[in-house]
């Protein structure tokens, strides 16, 4: 399951890497936060249309196909990085050390291939829908107010792309960790004990409290 982790930075070629990375994926979880709240003001817009004028808004349904890829993919990567999917840890959480890296490497390993046979795929499903000789360069677009639906597509490919990159750091991480034995790597999310996690929460609390 998820739950509460940190990451680690020190001053290695991963660490760096990783802090570099992360600005790329706030600013795509940015985006997808931005494209929640669009499609909540589209929806206030599509009901008032509706509601006041009997004129709900045009193309509402395209507009929700076109966002949810920024929706569904674009933080991916970002919540990779906080730990933040969900995960089965009843026998990891009982790892340690070499054991527990060895595990994560491997996991992260299989999951970094699939994720690259993800952007093969994905990639192959944006090109059979892009085309420059055609309008607006699509050879497909929504039913509705037809617009072109590379651009959703592309969005695919891209989001696992950076997903990718912050994979193969981890997988670095985590193998240097197995060669040399050390327990806290950096660049990977780190899982907290429970009393570290409810110092953190009551942390946030207090903090609210004073605000």
Do not use: C
Request: aromatic share 10%.
């Amino acid at each position: 399951m998820a739950g509460a982790s940190s990451v680690l930075s020190d001053d290695s070629f991963i660490s760096r890497a990783d802090r570099t990375l992360l600005r790329l994926e706030r600013f795509l979880a940015l985006v997808s936060g931005l494209a929640v709240f669009g499609l909540m003001l589209l929806a206030v817009v599509s009901v008032a249309g509706r509601n006041f004028f009997n004129q709900p808004l045009p193309g509402y349904v395209d507009w929700i196909e076109q966002a949810m890829p920024l929706i569904a993919f674009m933080g991916v990567s970002y919540v990779k990085r906080e730990g933040g999917h969900i995960r089965m840890d009843l026998v990891i959480g009982r790892l340690k050390g070499r054991p527990l890296m060895a595990v994560e490497f491997v996991t992260t390993f299989l999951v970094l291939v699939f994720m690259v046979l993800m952007v093969w795929g994905t990639w192959a499903h944006f090109a059979r829908s892009f085309d420059f000789g055609a309008p607006m360069w699509s050879r497909d677009s929504s039913m509705d107010i037809s617009l072109p639906l590379w651009p959703a597509k592309l969005l695919a490919p891209v989001a696992f792309s950076v997903l990718v990159v912050r994979l193969f750091l981890q997988l670095l991480s985590y193998g240097r960790a197995l060669v040399t034995g050390e327990t806290n790597p950096p660049g990977v999310p780190l899982p907290l004990d429970i009393a570290t996690q409810a110092q953190l929460e009551a942390g946030h609390v207090v903090g609210r409290d004073e605000d």
